[in-house]
């Protein structure tokens, strides 16, 4: 019998992480959200920790693991260690000094599939000059794979969630639509379930999956190295919280509101949704390895759009920031812009 890794497992991805409130009950109750000195300077709420060691350099840390998304085990890896990385490049910071990795699979699961993921991602953190030095493996009843890594930068370069100001227009890297993409993918391999695509081109489909997996394989790295060149209020990527989830994070954090007038989804992405409710035209779909959201004063957005194009990152105006207290305004006749 073939064993199928998104079989293995009830939910996919970032799908499987806590909501993002319930999340935050958890650290609040377990007495985490305090405050560690004056070096830390980000931890909690951030997407990757940052530790101030001299005056001009910071060391960086992030975790990050779930369950598979795709029944190819080198593609799964390659989308794990793309996620992992992607915390680090989102502070624009373009150095990792190394790369742990996380496993646990069960005892009923091939070893060639833990090669396999093991492998994608190698692979993965070789191409973008991230060397993998370790980890630990397990036996689980489903299997993951992720990882921890480890960035160097300067504190001074380095930009976070917060710091977004009124005025700033908002750039997306990635256009949104994993969830019903990958719904698709998993729905087209179950001769039973497949008729729920019957009303959809197979065409459309297949596109939208190969859409998908690109987007999840490639690396957020051009995007830091454009954020390097010019100056940016915040950023961060969008995951497992969805557009609005990580756009209220920036808002709270930095205290203004935003409003999403541009909803830029991989083509095929509002039909699937249509079949499998996903809340993709709220912006509050679950996300994994995503692109990066950016907030830029009105006066250096020309450059930064040209530093994107030079390094041939794709990317959609999404919306702007206000005066406010940290809410997000997804417009609901926001424009749909499909990749």
């Known amino acids: 019998m073939t064993y199928h890794l998104t079989k293995a497992v009830?939910?996919?991805?970032?799908?499987?992480?806590?909501?993002?409130?319930?999340?935050?009950?958890?650290?609040?109750?377990?007495?985490?959200?305090?405050?560690?000195?004056?070096?830390?300077?980000?931890?909690?709420?951030?997407?990757?920790?940052?530790i101030q060691i001299t005056p001009d350099m910071a060391i960086l840390n992030t975790l990050d693991f779930f369950t598979p998304m795709v029944d190819e085990p080198e593609i799964q890896g390659r989308i794990?260690?793309?996620?992992?990385?992607?915390?680090?490049?989102t502070l624009a910071v373009t150095k990792i000094a190394s790369v742990l990795i996380i496993m646990a699979y069960p005892e009923?699961?091939?070893?060639?599939?833990?090669?396999?993921?093991?492998?994608?991602f190698g692979d993965f953190c070789r191409e973008i000059d991230a060397p993998v030095v370790g980890g630990h493996?397990?036996?689980?009843?489903?299997?993951?794979?992720?990882?921890?890594?480890?960035?160097?930068?300067?504190?001074?370069k380095i930009v976070y969630?917060?710091?977004?100001?009124?005025?700033?227009?908002?750039?997306?890297?990635?256009?949104?639509?994993?969830?019903?993409?990958?719904?698709?993918?998993?729905?087209r391999k179950d001769e039973k379930d497949r008729e729920l695509l019957k009303?959809?081109?197979?065409d459309l489909v297949e596109e939208a999956i190969n859409q998908?997996?690109?987007?999840?394989?490639?690396?957020?790295?051009?995007?830091?190295?454009?954020?390097?060149?010019?100056?940016?209020?915040?950023?961060?990527?969008?995951?497992?919280?969805?557009?609005?989830?990580?756009?209220?994070?920036?808002?709270?954090?930095?205290?203004?509101?935003?409003?999403?007038?541009?909803?830029?989804?991989?083509?095929?992405?509002?039909?699937?949704?249509?079949i499998f409710g996903y809340p993709l035209l709220s912006g509050e779909?679950?996300?994994?390895?995503?692109?990066?959201?950016?907030?830029?004063?009105?006066?250096n957005a020309d450059d930064l759009q040209s530093e994107l194009y030079k390094r041939c990152v794709k990317y959609v105006e999404v919306g702007y920031v206000t005066w406010g207290n940290g809410n997000v305004n997804v417009l609901k006749n926001a424009k749909i812009i499909e990749a």
């Open 108 to 120: 009923n699961m091939p070893s060639e599939l833990a090669v396999g993921m093991l492998k994608g």
């Open 212 to 274: 998908a997996i690109t987007s999840m394989i490639t690396s957020n790295k051009p995007v830091a190295e454009a954020m390097q060149k010019v100056p940016v209020h915040a950023a961060t990527d969008v995951t497992g919280f969805g557009l609005k989830g990580h756009a209220t994070n920036m808002a709270e954090l930095s205290k203004i509101d935003i409003v999403i007038n541009n909803l830029w989804v991989i083509h095929g992405t509002p039909a699937l949704t249509d």
């Open 10 to 50: 009830p939910v996919h991805g970032c799908s499987c992480k806590l909501p993002q409130g319930q999340l935050g009950e958890l650290l609040d109750q377990a007495g985490l959200t305090v405050d560690f000195g004056k070096e830390v300077l980000a931890g909690l709420g951030e997407n990757s920790s940052v």
């Open 285 to 299: 779909a679950k996300e994994t390895a995503g692109g990066i959201l950016i907030a830029v004063a009105q006066e």
């Open 161 to 187: 969630t917060k710091g977004a100001k009124p005025g700033d227009r908002l750039f997306l890297t990635k256009p949104l639509g994993i969830a019903p993409a990958m719904a698709a993918y998993r729905l």
């Open 80 to 89: 794990v260690a793309s996620n992992v990385t992607s915390d680090i490049y």
């Open 137 to 156: 493996t397990i036996r689980n009843p489903w299997p993951i794979i992720g990882g921890a890594a480890t960035g160097v930068g300067d504190p001074q």
């Open 199 to 202: 009303n959809i081109s197979e």
